[in-house]
């Protein structure tokens, strides 16, 4: 119903920033919640940062003060802005939305933070 594509990730060094982007499409209307996740090998899934429809934000508390999260509903993108980046950051970023009470996800961009 509702496909979404992921793009940005790379290599960077410590301290360093990426900004990644994920765009909706398909069944766009109805989307509500749009958020980042990221999970690094043999670790949870974990919840980065979300933005409800209006704009309100929740990051982790791992994130908070370093990334940004925005969107744009005309475009049905979302955007993550990572800055001051860690090698603690380093995991396979997934886009999600919430859809009339289901979770969609994208397939994942790799972000490496390595000196």
């Known amino acids: 119903q509702v496909q979404l594509v992921e793009s940005g990730g790379g290599l960077v060094q410590p301290g360093g920033s990426l900004r990644l982007s994920c765009a909706a499409s398909?069944?766009?209307?109805?989307?509500?919640?749009m958020g980042w996740y990221r999970q690094a090998p043999g670790k949870q899934r974990e919840s980065v940062a979300r933005i409800n429809s209006v704009g309100s934000t929740n990051y982790a508390d791992s994130v908070k003060g370093r990334f940004t999260i925005s969107r744009d509903n005309a475009k049905n993108t979302v955007w993550l802005q990572m800055n001051s980046l860690k090698p603690e950051d380093t995991a396979v970023y997934f886009c999600?939305?919430?859809?009339?009470?289901?979770?969609?996800w994208g397939q994942g961009t790799q972000v490496t933070v390595s000196s």
């Open positions: 398909g069944s766009i209307f109805g989307i509500e919640a």
């Open positions: 999600n939305v919430g859809r009339w009470g289901h979770d969609y």
